[in-house]
């Protein structure tokens, strides 16, 4: 995927990483001639290139009509944040594939896993496998197998948070049988699971309904997992440092580089901008945003902003 990306012109060798990573851009042509063109009767290594691409973003653009489906939703609706190295890349055209208008890059979205990790209050889960028909469960029986759980997760989240600010949950996942997606109920405690099994079947029956329109009335419902989790209670703060900006006038750029149109089958010119030279007003695509972690992609009909927290937001013209 990367040499793709470097043959069609959306990352360049230079930077890339910042710095830290080597890339051979002599090296990806051959990369693609040899697996791709090759296997597939193709001339031109651009083209092959674009194809790559364009098969990975609709394989992720139908995941995501998977998932909305699954879900009830209308995905066209929502807003598409993306994060990873790789994701303000496709972000685009997968919007534009999902009728999606808006496209929002946060900051520091290519290591925004990392820093999410070191954000997050600290927790510790222990989950117990059931998979079983609920109403062949014996209640008292999965009661006792969780009974110590509670205690034992905090006496893990214990070792490094004070024991006041500690709560543990129970949650039971539900599905009906046969099926993959699976519901998380809130379980008060273990004793919920001697008699409570039925009153939990019947709140997996309304959540079910209310996700997805309809009830599977003649399906049983299985019992997935039940996991008991002890977490730190801390506030996230709400506001983070602006971005720091470099005093730019809004033309200025680092030139223009061609990246390949796999539908207009040649090259298009894309301006070069560092994202700290962004402002809050909209510059026009196309556009290669670069930065450290990342490259965004802004494709033709499509704009780019930062907000004042330093957020990219994309916007997609009107049809």
Known sequence: ?????????????????????????????????????????????????????????????????????????????????????????????????????????????????????????????????????????????????IRRQPSDVRAIVGQVVAPERISTAIKIDLRYKGQGLELCLDVEDADQLISGLPALAEAFVTRYTRSVGFALHDIPVEVVCVSVTAREQRQIGQSAAKAPRVSLPDTAQQGTRGVFDL????????????????????????????????TTLVRPNWSVRSTDLGHLVLERDAP
């Open 263 to 294: 539908a207009a089958g040649c090259r298009i010119p894309y301006a070069v901008l560092e994202r700290a030279q962004l402002t809050r007003a909209p510059r026009a695509g196309p556009a290669v945003i670069r930065e450290a972690q990342t």
């Open 1 to 145: 995927m990367t040499d793709a990306h470097l043959i069609v012109g959306n990352i360049a060798a230079d930077g890339f990483a910042d710095g830290m990573i080597t890339l051979v851009p002599k090296n990806a042509p051959q990369a693609i001639a040899q697996h791709v063109m090759a296997a597939m009767g193709l001339d031109c290594v651009s083209m092959a290139a674009a194809g790559i691409i364009e098969l990975a973003d609709e394989t992720m653009a139908n995941a995501a009509r998977v998932h909305g489906i699954e879900l009830g939703h209308d995905i066209a609706g929502f807003d598409l944040l993306v994060t990873g190295g790789g994701g303000a890349l496709h972000a685009a055209r997968i919007a534009e594939k999902l009728g999606i208008r808006r496209i929002i890059v946060p900051q520091n979205a290519g290591v925004g896993s990392a820093v999410g990790f070191l954000r997050s209050p600290v927790a510790f889960e222990s989950a117990v496998s059931v998979m079983a028909v609920l109403d062949e469960i014996d209640g008292q029986e999965l009661s006792d197998r």
